[in-house]
């Protein structure tokens, strides 16, 4: 049974269409990085997830229920963008609060708040927290019940970067334990590392969905290999130029050439039988150039549409 499946979903407010024929599941114990830009539908999506919408059109099944069912809430952590509690209590007694709420064990709120890093802090009220600390606390909130899925949207908002390592080991414990995580993020290099398969959004469509291995193939996105200690002359440059090989000098003793269409090992090859350099690094397309490479395209289509 999949964690959350999205099934022909569309969401219009009034004559607006926010998402358009949305397919997109989520496996059991599976990270799925969900990114767009503003307005691409990521929150709306969520609050799908969460009960708090009905679908216009579609169906959305969360833990094999509708979402609005209490046995799905009580199995649910949500971490919102902005997060907001009330200022003149403490961070106990916020946790405390909150564990009633959901029907949580009480014992876990001290584990909680040691986990996030607020140990420190417990007994002060939140309005004296820093935007960091009350991230923390909202993420401690999204904790209790120990919740078969969690909903993470913007987490690192206000982290240094010590504690958004700590909130990705974090995440990466969970999934271990078979928690199914989906993570909204605009800081797309710190998230790669630590998702199973990415969904990319453009106003409302669902660009691509599938582990990076699946965009790569599908976008056909070059591969950078560098190598150092290889001299690059004019001639050698034109030379691999005329082979239908991109490359270029980053310096006296260093080149950049790229592989395309699966010919990494191929051109790899190659690039050492030139000579014997000190080093080679080998830049497979990042999560990055993958979304700047949809949201391209995505434009391209639309403005094709326009001038069908």
Same mark, same amino acid.
């Given at each position: 049974m999949n964690a959350v499946e999205i099934q022909g979903v569309s969401q219009r407010y009034g004559s607006m269409t926010v998402l358009h024929d949305l397919h997109l599941c989520l496996g059991e114990g599976e990270v799925l990085g969900l990114f767009g830009h503003n307005g691409a539908g990521k929150t709306t999506s969520m609050k799908l997830i969460l009960g708090l919408l009905a679908p216009s059109a579609g169906q959305v099944r969360v833990l094999g229920r509708a979402p609005d069912d209490p046995q799905v809430r009580r199995q649910l952590g949500y971490l919102p963008e902005n997060v907001t509690f009330y200022p003149q209590l403490s961070g106990r007694e916020t946790l405390r609060h909150f564990a009633r709420l959901k029907g949580a064990a009480p014992g876990q709120v001290g584990e909680l708040l040691e986990q996030v890093g607020l140990a420190h802090a417990v007994d002060r009220r939140v309005k004296t927290y820093s935007k960091g600390m009350r991230q923390r606390l909202g993420l401690a909130q999204a904790l209790l019940g120990e919740p078969r899925l969690l909903l993470l949207d913007e987490p690192t908002v206000g982290l240094d970067p010590i504690a958004t390592q700590d909130l990705y080991q974090l995440i990466d414990r969970l999934r271990q334990r078979g928690a199914s995580i989906i993570l909204c993020s605009h800081a797309l290099p710190g998230v790669e590392a630590h998702i199973n398969r990415a969904a990319i959004l453009a106003r409302g469509r669902l660009q691509a969905?599938?582990? *990076? /291995?699946?965009? &790569? &193939?599908? =976008? $056909?996105?070059?591969?950078? %290999? &560098? !190598?150092? /200690? %290889? $001299? !690059?002359?004019? @001639? +050698? *440059? @034109? &030379? +691999?130029? !005329? =082979?239908g090989h991109s490359a270029r000098s980053l310096g006296e003793h260093s080149v950049e050439v790229e592989a395309v269409n699966g010919h990494k090992l191929p051109l790899l090859r190659q690039l050492l039988g030139e000579g014997s350099p000190e080093d080679v690094e080998i830049h497979q397309p990042s999560l990055e150039d993958l979304y700047r490479y949809y949201m391209e395209r995505a434009g391209d289509v639309r403005a094709q549409e326009g001038h069908a």
């Open positions: 969905a599938g582990s *990076l /291995g699946e965009l &790569r &193939r599908e =976008a $056909g996105l070059p591969v950078r %290999i &560098r !190598a150092s /200690g %290889i $001299g !690059a002359s004019e @001639q +050698w *440059l @034109q &030379r +691999w130029s !005329a =082979a």
